[in-house]
């Protein structure tokens, strides 16, 4: 008799904003990896009210924990891009327990994508917050993906961008300066690091 190949599903929790204590689905697959909590905490106590109706967008989406956070926490609309078809599916059931209303989700390749929310951002000309968490190079196939990533973010158009923010691999420096962005600070969690960057003077 065949085994069961079902998908384990994780859960985690919002941990602050309105929908505290809301529980999320994480499928158990390698393309994903759950942003860890103390990350998570970290990220949105520095981000912490600066958020309020402005836009978030979670550019390699995956079940949608960091733009979810967002939403709970006040944004005015979150935007996540996801292309494995489980997990996008796991996203929209994710957005659909919060707040479908504040979010626009795309089932894609992020890389091919990417312009259908700059399009939108531009329209709404609301300030935004991108974050970016590209697949650890670590994976087979992910050699360039941050030079890929990089290539991403020169699209960005700086007036209307608040900040950019990428969690990568500790091990991995990026540049002080990238085109109109400045590095403002680093910020290390085992493997994984958050590096955040504004505009320069």
Same mark, same amino acid.
């Given at each position: 008799?065949?085994?069961?190949?079902?998908?384990?599903?994780?859960?985690?929790?919002?941990?602050? *904003?309105? =929908?505290?204590?809301?529980? +999320?689905?994480?499928?158990?697959?390698?393309?994903?990896?759950?942003?860890?909590?103390?990350?998570?905490? #970290?990220?949105?106590?520095?981000?912490?009210?600066?958020?309020?109706?402005?836009?978030?967008?979670?550019?390699? *989406? *995956?079940?949608?924990?960091?733009?979810?956070?967002?939403?709970?926490?006040?944004?005015?609309?979150?935007?996540? +891009?996801?292309?494995?078809?489980?997990? =996008?599916?796991?996203?929209?059931?994710?957005?659909?327990?919060?707040? #479908?209303?504040?979010?626009?989700?795309? @089932? *894609?390749? #992020?890389?091919?994508?990417?312009?259908? +929310?700059?399009?939108?951002?531009?329209?709404?000309?609301?300030?935004? =917050?991108? @974050?970016?968490?590209?697949?650890?190079?670590?994976?087979?196939?992910?050699?360039?993906? =941050?030079?890929?990533?990089?290539?991403?973010?020169?699209?960005?158009?700086?007036?209307?961008?608040?900040?950019?923010?990428?969690?990568?691999?500790?091990?991995?420096?990026?540049?002080?300066?990238?085109?109109?962005?400045?590095?403002?600070?680093?910020?290390?969690?085992?493997?994984?690091?958050?590096? @955040?960057?504004?505009?320069?003077?």
């Amino acid at each position: 008799m065949k085994k069961d190949n079902k998908i384990k599903i994780f859960t985690t929790n919002i941990i602050g *904003g309105k =929908y505290k204590g809301k529980s +999320i689905e994480i499928p158990d697959i390698n393309t994903t990896r759950g942003s860890k909590s103390i990350l998570r905490e #970290s990220l949105f106590n520095t981000l912490q009210f600066d958020l309020i109706d402005k836009n978030f967008v979670e550019v390699f *989406g *995956g079940s949608g924990s960091i733009g979810l956070e967002a939403i709970s926490r006040g944004v005015k609309r979150a935007f996540f +891009i996801e292309k494995n078809r489980v997990v =996008y599916n796991t996203l929209e059931k994710n957005i659909k327990s919060l707040d #479908s209303s504040r979010a626009m989700s795309i @089932y *894609g390749d #992020s890389f091919e994508k990417f312009d259908i +929310i700059l399009e939108e951002i531009n329209r709404d000309k609301t300030p935004t =917050y991108f @974050y970016f968490d590209p697949p650890f190079s670590t994976r087979d196939g992910m050699d360039d993906i =941050y030079d890929k990533t990089l290539d991403l973010i020169s699209k960005i158009d700086i007036s209307t961008c608040e900040m950019v923010i990428i969690e990568h691999m500790t091990k991995l420096d990026f540049p002080k300066e990238l085109g109109e962005f400045k590095l403002k600070k680093k910020k290390k969690f085992g493997r994984s690091s958050l590096s @955040y960057f504004i505009k320069k003077d």
